[in-house]
């Protein structure tokens, strides 16, 4: 029924593995595809992940660096997998824990894990218990609980037994007081004061009501009977394996930190999911403790996110481009009043300092005053750098159709006429939208899926929080549903604009990664040509990590 197990560390050495029977495809595409896109993008909050026609659920053995994966066609259902993969993990951390334990890698590439007879026996159990485990017959109506009620015992009446009883109780609650109780309380505070016993009072009802006091860790310095200063330096020699109660109240802090610093709700509940995932078992460091512990993982897991994933080279590429003979198009889109069309013209300013000519094609054909707009940016552009400079030729120029014209076809004509007139790079501004207007929003999928760019950017403020989310889930939702082919153009990249305005909250910045997994190639720090800037993920992690 399995397709395959595995059972790796998080260096990427495969200790061991099993192929089902009759599977002759390799399990490396799917096993890579899960660490590329959940382990490594902290995403590993919920333990499953779809890769086309499998299903693979996976464990991290965080104490001893593992991961296990078990994969199997999507289309069965395999109740038993979540306890199978827990109990190969057992069973392989209790053979081999003196070999994981010594961990240097090369130990482990020496070692050959024969695992088979085991999991083959644990296996056979897991699929018994799932076959007990199937669907229970339905019981007749005979056989049910309902069967034996009788009609008359199921109305309340209001004079009935019922009703009585509890009458009975109250009266008795007003006329005298439970007896056994008042002889008991008061037995218990003979020579006490009024105050000594309003205290005892009190303590009484918090041991009833309240959580039981948490146990001594290790760490207690009253640990140990044998004078507390030994206990607590055995205490101290890192032997303190992480659990989610103990990472929950420090997770529920940051989790709220992170909100506030404007990370969506539900990716900061995500993100705090999965680093609980990456941490449980941990062995922590000596003289560490949860906090510090919780915290730094996080704040790796956050640099992680922010570091890009696939190199973006815009100068390179349009160099590629130009040796190709056609030019470089890059197509902006985004809500309306994002800074499409001024970060448009900052990256024009970049393009043409370093050497570039650009055509700027006018495709926002809705807005009043769009293309004027950017007939402005072009005239200054050229101001700042005369043709007289550049052989006589304008490094920008502006190509526009006027208003209400298809966007799809103007952007079309655009990168004809620069490849036609030997442009470097084309950059088409769109017309705002928002995410849940679709004729907007398929006019502009059609765009992209006609015209081919080689990078979709997507614009979005830095002010924003959960709506993030919505805007890209559904600009790459649109993007999808209307591509033409198999590998649908997506968003490539993200522009962070108005970053000059939201101080240490810069929580969009992580919002806008996780969800769509691209970079953040400029960011907008104000209003002027010079205001673009890259990403510093370090310092963007610091300041969301600032309290
Ligand atoms: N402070 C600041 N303001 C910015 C930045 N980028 C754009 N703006 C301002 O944001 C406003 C809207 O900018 P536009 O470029 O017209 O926005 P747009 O997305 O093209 O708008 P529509 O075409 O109407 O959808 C303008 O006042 C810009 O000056 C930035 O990085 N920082
Ligand atoms: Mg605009």
Redesign the pocket.
């Known amino acids: 029924m399995l397709d395959f197990f595995t059972i790796f560390s998080k260096g990427g050495i495969v200790l061991w593995c099993f192929q089902g029977a009759g599977v002759t495809e390799s399990f490396t595409g799917p096993v890579n595809a899960l660490i590329r896109s959940v382990i490594l993008q902290e995403r590993s909050g919920n333990n499953s992940y779809t890769h086309e026609a499998l299903s693979l659920k996976y464990k991290l053995d965080n104490e001893f660096e593992l991961i296990f994966v078990v994969g199997f066609q999507k289309i069965l259902t395999l109740t038993y997998v979540d306890k199978f993969i827990d109990d190969v993990q057992l069973h392989f951390r209790d053979r081999y824990k003196n070999e994981l334990e010594q961990k240097g890698s090369l130990k482990l590439l020496n070692n050959s894990f024969e695992f088979g007879n085991e999991f083959k026996m644990l296996l056979r159990e897991a699929e018994a218990s799932g076959k007990a485990k199937s669907p229970a017959p339905m019981r007749s109506f005979k056989e049910s609980e309902k069967s034996q009620k009788t009609v008359k015992s199921m109305i309340e009446t209001k004079g009935g037994d019922k009703g009585k009883e509890q009458k009975a109780a109250k009266g008795d609650q007003v006329k005298a007081p439970p007896t056994v109780q008042k002889v008991t309380v008061e037995n218990g505070n003979q020579g006490l004061t009024a105050d000594e016993i309003m205290l005892k009072k009190r303590e009484e009802f918090f041991r009833k009501h309240m959580a039981a006091p948490p146990e001594k860790t290790r760490y207690s310095k009253k640990a140990g009977g044998f004078g507390g200063m030994f206990g607590m330096l055995k205490g101290l020699v890192g032997s303190k394996n992480l659990t989610q109660a103990d990472m929950e109240p420090v997770l529920d802090k940051m989790r709220d930190h992170l909100i506030a610093k404007n990370v969506a709700a539900e990716i900061a509940s995500q993100l705090c999911d999965s680093v609980a995932k990456k941490m449980e078992g941990k062995v922590m460091g000596t003289f560490t403790t949860v906090a510090s512990t919780v915290k730094q993982a996080l704040q790796d897991s956050l640099v992680q996110i922010l570091q890009p994933k696939r190199r973006v080279d815009i100068l390179r590429d349009v160099m590629d481009a130009q040796i190709q003979r056609r030019p470089f198009v890059i197509t902006f889109c ?10 448009l013209a900052k990256i024009s300013f970049w393009l043409i300092e370093n050497g570039f000519t650009v055509l700027i094609a006018a495709c ?1 054909t809705f ?1 009043a005053g ?1 293309v004027e ?1 950017l007939r402005t940016h072009q005239r200054r552009l050229n101001s700042l750098h005369p043709p007289e400079k550049h052989g006589g030729r304008p490094v920008v120029q502006l190509y526009e159709k006027g208003y209400g014209k298809d966007a799809a076809g103007i952007a079309m004509e655009a990168i004809a006429y620069a490849r036609n007139q030997s442009f470097d790079v084309v950059l088409v ?1 769109t ?2 939208r928002m995410q849940d207007n679709a004729p907007l929003m398929t006019a502009l999928a059609k765009l992209i899926a006609v015209n081919m760019p080689d990078l979709v950017l997507f ?1 979005g403020e830095a002010l924003v929080g959960n709506e993030a989310v919505d805007q890209l889930v559904k600009f790459n939702q649109a993007l999808a549903d209307h591509s033409m082919s198999d590998k649908p153009r997506l968003i490539d990249g993200i522009v962070l ?5 939201i101080d240490d909250k810069v929580g969009a910045a992580i919002s806008m990664t996780y969800i769509t997994g691209q970079p953040i190639v400029f960011v ?4 002027t040509y010079n ?1 673009l800037r890259s990403l510093n993920a370090r310092a963007v992690v610091s300041a969301l990590m600032k309290a």
């Open positions: 985004g809500v309306n009043g994002v800074g499409k069309s001024t970060n926002d807005r769009a707009q501004d017309a705002g614009v604009t108005k970053f000059d305005t907008g720090t104000g209003q205001d």
